[in-house]
């Protein structure tokens, strides 16, 4: 029988964050692939836990996934970790899970501490709805698709960024999305946690003058339904209802339902769109 991949969320600053689950798990295990052997062994230290380890990260994610497959395979249990939180969110791990799913091979997640979850709860904004992005893309032109897709999203954002690049992107999002409310977090459950509610143009404004420090988790505010509609009708308002009606008739749609989706889209009686639609043929 092949062994078991465990999942196991580690603290993101507070050591008393750690699950007596995972504890068990990593001292009963065969191998621990962790991301950082080095920063894991700390962690491990700390504990007393003893199990050998090996990395497992982004840059050998794929051919040392099939090295832990095998070893899965010949029945030792392997428990993944990364530097801190829920390994495979926005994390190698998931070429991992994968991989296992592929051969058969059974994967069980112990739960625990996640930044953006974290994040999330403390932002103060919706939490009904959320979309996670984690880190921008490097490539310019795909982030600025990103950034296209943000631009229309009602759920709230969470993003994760480093400090280096805090400014630039506060500015860019700021560009993008125009001023909404963010809330920006860092050194989360540790001593100097610190949960900062404030707007795009105004974090952008702060660390032009303040140096950034840590890593940071930004909860930005979703388009709210209410102006996402004051736009679709705007936007259907600057056309005229031959347009409008054109617009759905062209892919395939017969008049009455378009005449339906037209009064549906300016919010008024399908009444009026009829008579435009046929006085107009009249005049004709």
Known sequence: MSGMLYLCATPIGNLGDMTPRVQQTLESVDLIAAEDTRNSLKLLTHFGIRTAMTSYHEYNKVEKADYLVEQLREGKDVALITDAG?????????????????????????PGPVACITALTLSGLSTRRFCFEGFLPADKKEKQEVFAELTEESRTIILYEAPHHLLRTLK?????????????CRELTKKFETVLPTTLQEAASRYESEEPRGEYVLVVEGKSLRQKKEE????????????????????GMDEKAAMKQ?????????????AAVHGAHKTN
């Open 262 to 274: 037209v009064a549906k889209d300016r919010g008024v009686p399908k009444r009026e769109i009829y």
């Open 86 to 110: 829920t390994p495979a969110i926005s994390d190698p791990g998931e070429v991992l899970v994968a991989k296992c799913q592929e051969a058969g091979i059974p994967v069980t997640s112990l």
């Open 172 to 184: 860019e999002l700021y560009e993008a999305l125009g001023d909404r409310r963010i809330t920006l």
């Open 232 to 251: 679709r009708q705007a936007a259907w308002q600057s056309m005229s209802i031959e347009e409008h009606m054109a617009f759905y008739q062209k892919d």
